[in-house]
């Protein structure tokens, strides 16, 4: 975000590559209620913080402080990330197959921004395989 307000393209290009190229919404509603499930999916993790909870000393205050954060994660880690790759990447120049984060790194700036991606991927994957582990061992 700072990159965009101070010492990146500036607001005029910003609104152009979110306006641009066949506006928000491109290919129709479609697109976006397509997202929909992957989104939820990814976001699906709360289950383990109710079964964590279920071991705290008030389950039911925790279990409903989870529940309740979903949508704010969701806002925070998916909306506002995907708002600022498009804000910085036209969508029509992503590549499939690469990662539009990388992209847009590159595009701001940081150099060895592939090793940067492979190491939050990493990091990500190794902690969903411990939320994993702990799951499975609880339910045992």
Wanted: charged share 10%; aromatic share 6%; with cysteine.
């Amino acid at each position: 975000m700072t990159f965009i307000a101070v010492g990146g393209p500036g607001p005029r290009h910003v609104l152009s590559t979110l306006l641009g190229h066949g506006g928000l919404l491109p290919r129709g509603l479609g697109g976006l209620v397509a997202a929909l499930p992957v989104v939820f999916f990814s976001m699906g993790g709360s289950e383990i913080a109710t079964v964590a909870a279920a071991e705290s000393a008030d389950p039911a205050a925790n279990v409903a402080r989870a529940v309740r954060s979903v949508a704010l994660r969701i806002a925070l880690f998916y909306v506002c990330s995907v708002t600022v790759i498009v804000a910085i990447v036209p969508w029509n120049t992503v590549v499939a197959g690469q990662s539009p984060f990388r992209t847009a790194l590159e595009v701001i700036g940081i150099p060895g921004s592939s090793q940067v991606m492979f190491a939050v991927i990493l990091t990500a994957v190794l902690s969903s395989l411990n939320s994993s582990i702990y799951i499975a061992s609880r339910m045992l």
